[in-house]
T-cell receptor, first 118, second 111 residues
C-alpha cells in the first residue's frame, strides 16, 4: 500500500526557534497534501491544504506566517513552525492524496510529529 | 458547517463481543466517509472508505454502513480482540478532498 513518511517523529525545541516537519509520499505522487493538528484526546483539525507548485490554502484561524508550508515537489511537503511557543506544542499529522486516484479521494497519513516547545 | 459527532466517546468490552461505533454528521452532502484507527501517539490507519453512492463496505471482521439521508455511519467490529484496542475516528470528505473528523471513540477490549 501507499506509504507516507513523516519526519521527525518527535522534536523538542526551545521557545523562539523554528521547527521544520517533512512529509513525503514514498511510492506515489501527491499533488495535494494536508496538514492537521491534534490536541490531546481531541480530534484532528485541518490546518492547511498544500498544493504542489502553488501557495497553501489555510483554514480559518490558522496563521499562515506562523505555519509556513512549502510543497516544492510531487512527493514532498514541509511545515515550518516559526518562532515556536509552548502553545504550539501539539501532534502534527500530514496526509497525501494520490494524484492518480483523485476520484476516490483517498488520503494516506503519516505517523505524526510530536512537537514539544519548552 | 459540517459537524461530525462520535458516540460513545469511550467503550470497554470483553474479548469476543461485537463492537458498534457510531458516527453522525450534520450535512448529508458528503463525497465519502472513512473510518480510521489511531493507536496512542501514532498516526492514522485507514480501515474502510465508503463512497457517497455506497451503503456499506466490508473488510474482514469490519463492516461499515452509511446512511447519507440520516447523516449516520456505523462501524461494526465482530468478535473483538485485545488488539482492537485503539481510538477509532470517522471522517467525512468533501469533493475538494478535505476531511472533517469526529473526536473519536476510545475502545478497550479486555482479555
Amino acid at each position: 500500500g501507499a506509504v507516507v513518511s513523516q519526519h521527525p517523529s518527535r522534536v523538542i525545541c526551545k521557545s523562539g526557534t523554528s521547527v521544520k516537519i517533512e512529509c513525503r509520499s514514498l511510492d506515489f505522487q501527491a499533488t495535494t497534501m494536508f496538514w492537521y493538528r491534534q490536541f490531546p484526546k481531541k480530534s484532528l483539525m485541518l490546518m492547511a491544504t498544500s498544493n504542489e507548485g502553488s501557495k497553501a490554502t489555510y483554514e480559518q484561524g490558522v496563521e499562515k506566517d506562523k505555519f509556513l508550508i512549502n510543497h516544492a515537489s510531487l512527493t514532498l511537503s514541509t511545515l515550518t513552525v516559526t518562532s515556536a511557543h509552548p502553545e504550539d506544542s501539539s501532534f502534527y499529522i500530514c496526509s497525501a492524496r494520490e494524484s492518480g486516484n483523485l476520484a476516490k479521494n483517498i488520503q494516506y497519513f503519516g505517523a505524526g510529529t510530536r512537537l514539544s516547545v519548552l | 458547517k459540517q459537524e461530525v459527532t462520535q458516540i460513545p466517546a469511550a467503550l470497554s468490552v470483553p474479548e469476543g463481543e461485537n463492537l458498534v461505533l457510531n458516527c453522525s454528521f450534520t450535512d448529508s452532502a458528503i463525497y465519502n466517509l472513512q473510518w480510521f484507527r489511531q493507536d496512542p501517539g501514532k498516526g492514522l490507519t485507514s480501515l474502510l472508505l465508503i463512497q457517497s453512492s455506497q451503503r456499506e463496505q466490508t473488510s474482514g471482521r469490519l463492516n461499515a454502513s452509511l446512511d447519507k439521508s440520516s447523516g449516520r455511519s456505523t462501524l461494526y467490529i465482530a468478535a473483538s480482540q485485545p488488539g482492537d484496542s485503539a481510538t477509532y475516528l470517522c471522517a467525512v470528505g468533501d469533493s475538494w478532498g478535505k476531511l472533517q473528523f469526529g473526536a473519536g471513540t476510545q475502545v478497550v477490549v479486555t482479555p
